[in-house]
């Protein structure tokens, strides 16, 4: 049975090609929404996806602040050496997620998450490619965490928080997928960057091509056969 799915957010994440779509996934349909489309509107979906949350907010608290967990801290003076102070792990937490709820992307699943009991999916942003951070800008920070060895932990640190605050709120985050990242979490693959630009605008995130979009349409159709009813 076919499922219409409603896109809120930057529906290139989901932009694969009509005939690619059509071959691989007979199934499924995705339609660009309005967050303020009302609730009859909501009531022909069988889920939204949502996308715009991207690991920026967490980028930023790590280039303030560390903990102990970090591969590049070693000690309470090599934190005072790099002029990151030491932070517990429940105040980085308790920062990451009031962080994270300021974003408008989480407010406007909340809203969803009110009006509807269909599945609601929110995906990650791409991370930035390694090549855009070579421009500097706000991509900058990544790199530098990257180049102290602290790639791996804040990507999964964004991953972790984001994945429990959804679940708080009764939607299914769906990380960036693995195999378009870099070994280290923090870049997207440039194999999935669209040539046309390296980064979006304002969104400290990379513009994907098909391929990425494809990845990204495996991971909702897998969490559409895997999801409980909210």
């Not at 069988?46 to 591969?71: N, R």
Request: glycine letters at 8%.
């Amino acid at each position: 049975m076919s499922k219409r799915l409603c896109v809120l957010g930057d529906d290139r994440l989901l932009d694969c090609g009509a005939a690619q779509r059509a071959a691989h996934w007979t199934d499924l349909s995705f339609e660009r929404g309005q967050v303020d489309m009302g609730a009859d509107l909501m009531t022909g979906y069988d889920g939204f996806v949502i996308s715009g949350l991207g690991i920026a907010p967490v980028v930023e608290i790590f280039g303030e602040l560390s903990c102990l967990d970090m591969p590049s801290v070693e000690d309470a003076m090599s934190a005072l050496d790099a002029e990151l102070p030491l932070a517990s792990t429940a105040m980085l937490r308790a920062y990451t997620r009031e962080r994270l709820e300021a974003t408008r992307v989480v407010a406007v699943a909340r809203q969803l998450r009110a009006q509807t009991e269909a599945p609601i999916f929110l995906a990650s942003l791409p991370r930035p490619s390694a090549q855009a951070c070579q421009t500097g800008g706000r991509e900058t920070e990544l790199a530098q965490l990257a180049a102290r060895g602290d790639g791996p932990f804040v990507s999964a640190w964004f991953d972790r928080m984001a994945g429990e605050l959804c679940a708080d709120i009764s939607v299914r985050f769906l990380p960036q997928p693995r195999m378009s990242l870099t070994a280290d979490g923090m870049f997207t693959k440039e194999d999935y960057v669209s040539p046309r630009s390296t980064t979006g605008a304002g969104e400290n995130a990379a513009q994907v091509n098909a391929e990425f979009a494809c990845l990204v349409i495996d991971q909702v159709a897998h969490a559409l056969k895997t999801c409980s009813p909210a």
